[in-house]
């Protein structure tokens, strides 16, 4: 009878660890979340490398570690385009598409980060090295605007010489994105990525991921 209150009892505080081992999962702020598929449609050969974080193409930025309030800060990422052609000249774009919110984008787009003349040799190593239209701005959504998609594009630019117009020049937001890839004969990306956040002191379990909440009140801010 002795061993088998023991194994009895074995078998019990075996599975009572493996509940709590699985709540904790369930609730780990640390898991690195894929995208929805309609999200994932974007993700398309390019990787972006932030400090700690490693490639967040195709993610949600985790709530753990204060990450999402560490990237505000950081410095510029990697971008990597494996695919890249060597002897070719690439364009790099880095927009948020959600401002001031994903429910009422009426600030589309935000210009984060603009780089012409890379060399496709850089590229493949992840190098951004050319000439910075835009200089890089961290993603920063305000408050309870919601989570906000920052989308990076590669494009082939060959020959051309890209420019932005002084108005362009003047502001970040409401950047009439598909105006200035038609004026330089730009249509499809050789390659794209995005990752998702929000802002850090919105309660990720108040705020369902994929859409976005209350407009702020205040005028749209760097996103």
């Not at 904790?24 to 398309?44: F, G, Q, T």
């Not at 390019?46 to 700690?52: D, I, M, R, S």
């Not at 204060?66 to 002897?87: H, L």
């Not at 600030?107 to 910075?132: C, M, N, P, S, Y």
């Amino acid at each position: 009878m002795g061993w088998k209150m023991s194994l009895a009892m074995a078998a019990l505080l075996l599975g009572l660890t493996m509940v709590v081992t699985e709540d904790e999962e369930e609730n780990d702020p640390c898991v690195y979340e894929a995208l929805s598929d309609n999200d994932a449609v974007l993700c398309k050969g390019l990787e972006v490398f932030y400090p700690e974080l490693g490639n967040v193409g195709c993610m949600f930025v985790p709530v753990c570690n204060n990450y999402r309030q560490k990237i505000t800060s950081w410095a510029k990422p990697i971008v990597k385009f494996p695919g890249a052609m060597e002897g070719a000249t690439y364009m790099l774009v880095m927009v948020d598409p959600d401002v001031p919110s994903r429910s009422s984008p009426k600030a589309q787009f935000w210009r984060h980060w603009l780089v012409t003349d890379i060399k496709g040799i850089d590229l493949k190593k992840g190098k951004i090295q050319g000439q910075e239209l835009t200089a890089y701005q961290p993603p920063s959504p305000p408050a309870q605007s919601g989570f906000h998609r920052y989308q990076f594009f590669i494009y082939l630019q060959e020959e051309k010489t890209i420019s932005l117009l002084p108005k362009e020049n003047k502001t970040r937001g409401s950047w009439k994105m598909d105006r200035f890839l038609n004026r330089f004969h730009l249509s499809e990306p050789e390659a794209s990525t995005q990752f998702m956040t929000q802002n850090y002191q919105d309660s990720p379990i108040l705020q369902a991921p994929g859409g976005g909440s209350s407009e702020p009140k205040d005028k749209p801010k760097p996103t």
